[in-house]
């Protein structure tokens, strides 16, 4: 029984969003060893997408190329609402996330990150008049009470960086959900990989005039190990994660699916305790699983 289980597992969706899930878990310690070299913030942003550059552009081609023929073509302003949305999550949500683990840990950053769906209830009540129910407000609740009591704890180690970099990591959940939000209409609209595609060529745009004006072409010359740790992050952490979450969403469905989205801050917090050696008390593990109950209570009304 244990074993038909287990090969149920290995041969299913499940293992394909597990591995993208730590896949994706791994960013934050790729940022935090990078940092340990002294790039800033944009260079290494600018390295990253740099990367993942022709691995987009070649898939642009592709779902192009191989389009349905029904499918309808992109209005002038659908893809204006596309770019600005790619700015939103690919750019200014990247990059206020990669500024703030200058002052937090990389575990604490990923549990705020991970409360994004609280913007995501406020921008639908402003924008499409959802209402926010009793039950989704006593789980955000839940969850944010769990960030305080991390908060609250690292305050007193870390000083005022914890408020600064708490600030950033909300700023970035904060434009990330609007990318949330919009997303859904344009990606069931023309495609998911169509609209990732031209989202993050959007972003990186953005970047590249970022570089051009506050940096020289001299900073993108940094150490190997800088170079290697920004290829692991736009491969290892955000392309191959990508694919692989899209073909276990193509076999189990986007509600299992997102189930694993659980495991990213226990992942996270397992990386930056082994890895980073990273303090983590009985302060940090009961407001973890705080935040864990809190999303996952939300995400079970949300489906």
């Not at 926010?132 to 006593?138: H, K, Y």
């Not at 970047?207 to 051009?212: G, N």
């Not at 407001?287 to 209570?297: A, E, H, N, P, R």
Request: charged share 10%; aromatic share 14%; proline share 2%.
């Amino acid at each position: 029984m244990q074993n038909t289980l287990l090969n149920r597992f290995f041969n299913s969706g499940f293992m394909l969003a597990f591995f993208a899930v730590a896949l994706f878990s791994s960013k934050s310690i790729f940022i935090k060893w990078a940092y340990q070299f002294n790039v800033d913030t944009t260079t290494l942003l600018t390295l990253r997408m740099l990367i993942a550059l022709p691995f987009y552009t070649f898939i642009l081609l592709i779902t192009l190329k191989t389009a349905d023929k029904r499918m309808p073509a992109i209005t002038l302003n659908s893809f204006v609402s596309i770019t600005i949305l790619g700015i939103l999550g690919y750019y200014a949500a990247s990059w206020l996330d990669l500024e703030a683990l200058h002052y937090i840990s990389a575990h604490y950053e990923r549990l705020v990150l991970y409360t994004y769906p609280a913007f995501v209830l406020i921008i639908n009540l402003l924008w499409q008049k959802r209402k926010i129910t009793l039950p989704e407000v006593s789980a955000l609740s839940i969850a944010y009470l769990g960030l305080l009591l991390i908060f609250t704890h690292d305050l007193n180690l870390y000083g005022d960086t914890i408020v600064l970099g708490t600030l950033l990591v909300l700023a970035s959940s904060f434009s990330f959900s609007f990318y949330v939000v919009g997303s859904q209409k344009y990606s069931r609209k023309y495609g998911s990989k169509l609209f990732t595609c031209i989202a993050m060529l959007a972003a990186t745009l953005v970047i590249l005039i970022q570089f051009i004006l506050t940096k020289s072409l001299s900073d993108l010359v940094q150490p190997w190990q800088v170079i290697a740790l920004a290829f692991a992050i736009a491969i290892i952490a955000t392309v191959i994660p990508s694919f692989l979450m899209n073909y276990a969403i193509s076999q189990i469905g986007a509600n299992k699916a997102a189930i694993s989205g659980s495991l990213g801050p226990v992942l996270t917090t397992g990386f930056a305790i082994v890895l980073l050696d990273e303090t983590f008390t009985l302060w940090h593990a009961s407001g973890m699983l705080l935040v864990l109950i809190g999303i996952y209570s939300l995400s079970r009304q949300k489906r």
